[in-house]
């Protein structure tokens, strides 16, 4: 499906790009974060990008960002989702459905940061787009730079940013307990329970 993909709409990065956006509607990202996290060439980014704001799916703003070394943060050229393109929603329905965002995948790449004990997929895994997370993950000891390096693999084979967050299996179990705002946000939306050696489920029939 990929390559026939490329083909309808251009080029696989020009794929990535509109599922980065349509799936991350009410984001704005600066040119060089667009271009690390699709892991794209500048001069290929640049390209495509220019190819979607002809085409009205996505619109140039200017943003604040941080600047390493500097207080103060700075105003780059960046993008945003065009809300108004006429096609959105039907583009993003087709676009996620040809993307291979599953359990299984999501599961391959999130286990080369270690054992895991609970994986919970939600947002715009469930086709929440506006969610504020996407994966819930829970280790006994999680190295958070090795779940953002299998995070950030992810998001440049989909194409999209993930909004995830990972704690400690103790963390977790205590936070159901006490079913705080984290929980809520996850449990009482849609999800999918992927992986549950904590007994998870067990805990919200408790809940």
């Known amino acids: 499906m990929a390559d026939s993909l490329s083909i309808l709409f251009g080029s696989q990065a020009r794929v990535k790009l509109l599922r980065f956006f ?65 096609e959105l929603r039907s583009l993003q329905t087709f676009l996620f459905e040809t993307a291979p965002i599953n359990g299984k995948t999501l599961l391959t790449h999130l286990r080369k940061a270690g054992k895991l004990d609970v994986v919970v997929a939600t947002g715009v895994f469930m086709r929440e787009f506006d969610s504020r997370l996407d994966v819930l993950i829970a280790m006994k000891k999680p190295v958070e730079t090795k779940v953002e390096a299998a995070v950030r693999s992810l998001e440049a084979e989909l194409g999209m940013e993930i909004r995830f967050t990972v704690m400690s299996t103790e963390d977790l179990m205590y936070r159901l307990g006490m079913y705080d705002k ?26």
Do not use: W
């Open 22 to 86: 349509l799936f991350n509607p009410n984001h704005e990202f600066a040119f060089d974060d667009i271009a690390r996290r699709a892991r794209l060439v500048r001069r290929t980014a640049r390209t495509e990008l220019n190819a979607l704001e002809r085409a009205g799916v996505v619109k140039k703003k200017q943003i604040l960002v941080e600047q390493e070394g500097k207080k103060r943060k700075s105003r780059v050229q960046g993008f945003i989702l065009n809300k108004n393109f006429p």
């Open 182 to 207: 984290l929980t809520r946000d996850v449990f009482d939306y849609p999800h999918e329970i992927l992986l549950d050696k904590a007994g998870v489920a067990n805990e919200l029939h408790r809940v």
